[in-house]
């Protein structure tokens, strides 16, 4: 039987959401097309979280603990990974659209000589049994399938947040196999010195159920104030286009589309957004839309729900009023 | 310092609203799209000038692209580049990462260069895979790194690089040579001055073909490339679209109506739950 292997991708012993969420489409694919599941967990003393693996639905986890493995590097990581494809020949490779993943996949895919495909958005399989790996194109004004036909593992990395995470079932066990790796610290050519992190907005914008976003058309810092009151009143974290991540109103983590994040919550109000597809990506999966802007013919008014033409500086005050009269009402 | 810049020419990402889909065709049409230096190249050429001016050495750029981009490259000479080949033959087209990477490389080979570290954009607007950087350092036997989002240190042997994450960036030792791939964040690429489109005229500007790299070309352009472009489609956006009309003051209870009778409006505004 041919097998679907998806990276388990921990940092510091914590599993990346995305890991999961791959391994649950991939039990969906497993089932319906007759494939093994399995994981494979690189790190060092990270051997507890197979259980994790085997509960979101991998049959077996290949677990390569090593202390070279503690920190990532594109080095040791493709080296460890090639060597177990090279053995085991598992039909597809998945791994998230991380910053590890973006960075590890391609050398893995070259030194495989294997197709790879990026951003992926959706997985299928065709009547031929080919993975079809749907991704964005043009900036998201169309979407695309990518094949690979021949070569072997096909492989993809696929983003965070666009697929459902898998129900855990805990206590599903399944087999761990623990590999031996031989690897060289002066092969390493890459070293992790320290992370910086960011300062983090009050609610992470991935996981939150409302969003409310900002763009160019808060004109200043004052304007763009307004979109942190809305957010306030709401409870809801806020997300951005580029300008404000240009101007400094927003961080890195903030912006939301092609390049940014995606977000998928319930609801979606975005205040002075062209709705450029670089931006809307972003906001697919997102429940309801709304969109404020003063210009009727902007391209957001087409990915939204609800719209209302207006001046953000006159309609958010009043959205913002009206809220908090109900909740003193 | 041997400096290379990858530059590939992209459609302007800021005309795309007028690139559309044939419904019957299923052909894209993109007439009257301008062709640019993708974006994040012009910051990995900046962060290449201003390495050169402090260590010295050359900054070659290197393309794969249709000939009739030639002009596009003419403008990284005008920004300060030393030397630029366009790598252009019918054998290239529809090439995926892995084949772009195998003409990349062959290119540098042809220049009989060992390159320090070759400089790329973290993904490119139309192809955005940002896998061509990683995927020529393997072929080169090289290191890498993509989005690199700061350069803190270089020096001839190695580089400390600020590498973007989710939560923030990790600072990184690099040993050269490699290939980083860049992010916006590094640098303000400099613009084009009428002095630099001067000397630009006496810097060379080559075409390598196929035979020119000695390349094998079944391992270039579409059938060199293990991946295959399936199906294109535009989604419609399948959203209301529904515009609330009157007052701002109607709209926006209008608004809340309509949100209240979906529920989506948080129960208890202002508290985190
Ligand atoms: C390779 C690439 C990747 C990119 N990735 C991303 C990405 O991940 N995320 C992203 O967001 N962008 C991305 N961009 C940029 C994207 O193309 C757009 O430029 C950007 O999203 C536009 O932001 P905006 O809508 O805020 O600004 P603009 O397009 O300038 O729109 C401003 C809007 O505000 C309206 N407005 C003005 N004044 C008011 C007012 N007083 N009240 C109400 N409305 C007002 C205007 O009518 C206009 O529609 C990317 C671009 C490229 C080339
Ligand atoms: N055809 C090409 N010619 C030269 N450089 C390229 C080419 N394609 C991609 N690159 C480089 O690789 C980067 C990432 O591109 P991509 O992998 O397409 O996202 C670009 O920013 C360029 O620096």
Redesign the interface.
């Known amino acids: 039987m041919t097998a679907l292997w998806v990276l388990a991708e921990q940092r510091r012993g914590l599993l990346q959401p995305v890991s999961l969420e791959i391994l649950g489409r991939g039990r969906e694919l497993a089932d319906r097309h007759g494939l093994l599941l399995e994981a494979v967990l690189l790190g060092n003393g990270v051997e507890t979280l197979a259980e994790d693996l085997f509960a979101a639905g991998a049959e077996a986890v290949y677990l390569a603990d090593h202390p070279l493995l503690a920190d990532y590097s ?2 040791a990581y493709a080296a460890v990974l090639e060597q177990l494809v090279r053995e085991h020949r598992p039909d597809i490779l998945l791994l998230g659209h ?2 590890v993943g ?2 590890l ?3 893995v ?3 495989l ?7 992926v958005t959706g997985l299928e399989i065709d009547e031929r049994g080919l993975l ?1 790996q749907i991704v964005p ?3 998201g ?11 072997r593992p096909q492989m993809a990395t696929v983003r965070p947040g666009v697929l459902p995470r898998p129900l855990l079932q805990p206590g599903r066990t399944g087999r761990l196999v623990r590999v031996e790796v031989a690897l060289d610290l002066a092969a390493i ?10 300062e ?1 907005a009050a ?1 992470p914008l991935t996981e939150a ?2 969003v409310v976003a900002g763009g160019a058309g808060l004109g200043d810092r004052e304007g763009w104030h307004l979109v942190e009151r809305l957010a ?5 974290a806020v997300g951005g286009t580029r300008p404000p991540l240009d101007q400094g109103w927003i961080g ?2 903030q912006m939301i589309g ?2 940014g994040v995606t977000v998928r919550p ?2 979606y109000i975005g205040i002075g957004i062209s709705g ?3 931006h809307t990506v972003g906001i697919r999966d997102a ?4 969109a404020i802007n003063c210009d ?1 013919r902007a ?1 957001i ?10 001046d953000a500086r ?2 958010v005050p ?2 913002i009023a ?3 009269g ?2 003193r009402g | 310092m041997e400096i290379v810049v990858c530059v590939k020419p992209v459609p302007d ?1 800021r005309q ?2 007028k ?1 559309s ?1 044939d419904p019957q065709t299923k052909v ?1 049409r993109r007439e009257g799209v301008e062709m640019v230096i993708n974006p994040l190249d012009r910051h990995a050429l900046e962060a290449a000038l201003q390495i050169r001016q402090s260590l010295g050495g050359r900054v070659r750029v290197l393309s794969m692209a249709p000939l009739s981009t030639l002009e596009v490259l003419r403008e990284t000479l005008a920004l300060g580049a030393d030397e630029a080949v366009l790598l252009s033959d019918r054998a290239f087209a529809g090439s ?3 084949a772009t ?1 195998r003409v990349l490389a062959a290119g540098i080979r042809r220049w009989g260069i060992r390159p320090d570290l070759v400089l790329c954009g973290a ?1 490119s ?2 192809g ?8 020529l ?3 080169l036997g ?6 690199v ?1 700061g350069l803190e240190e270089v020096t001839p042997e190695r580089v ?1 690089a ?14 050269l040579p ?1 290939v980083l791939t860049l992010t916006r ?1 590094c640098n303000r690429p400099r613009g084009i001055t009428m002095l630099g489109v001067v000397q630009a005229r006496g810097k060379p500007l080559s075409v390598w073909t196929a035979a020119d790299l000695g390349i094998d070309p079944s391992q270039v352009g579409l059938s060199g ?11 419609e ?1 399948g ?6 009309p009157g007052k ?2 109607e ?3 209008a ?2 109506e ?2 209240r009778e ?1 529920a ?3 129960e ?6």
């Open positions: 594109a080095d991380t910053a973006r960075d996949a391609p050398v895919a070259a030194r000589e294997t197709g790879l495909s990026a951003h079809r194109a043009w900036g004004r169309g979407m695309c399938a990518i094949l690979c036909p021949q070569a050519r890459t070293r992790l010195l320290d992370f910086v992190p960011q983090t609610q159920e409302v306030e009143v709401l409870g809801a890195e983590g092609q390049s319930r609801l450029e597809m670089q429940g309801v839309v709304v009727p391209r008014f087409q990915e939204a729900d609800f719209g209302i033409v207006g006159e309609v009043l959205l009206a809220l908090e109900e909740t | 990402p795309w609203s690139i889909l894209l995926d990462t892995l990477v993904e607007a139309d955005s895979t940002g896998q061509v950087g990683p995927q350092a393997v072929l090289i290191a890498s790194l993509s989005y989002c400390i600020r590498w973007q994450m989710e939560e923030g960036y990790a600072r990184v030792e690099v040993c490699a964040a490339s293990p991946t295959q472009m399936g199906d294109l489609w535009m989604p956006s959203r209301r679209q529904e515009i609330l701002p003051e709209a926006v209870q608004l809340l309509r949100l979906l989506v409006l948080p208890r505004p202002g508290r985190k739950r």
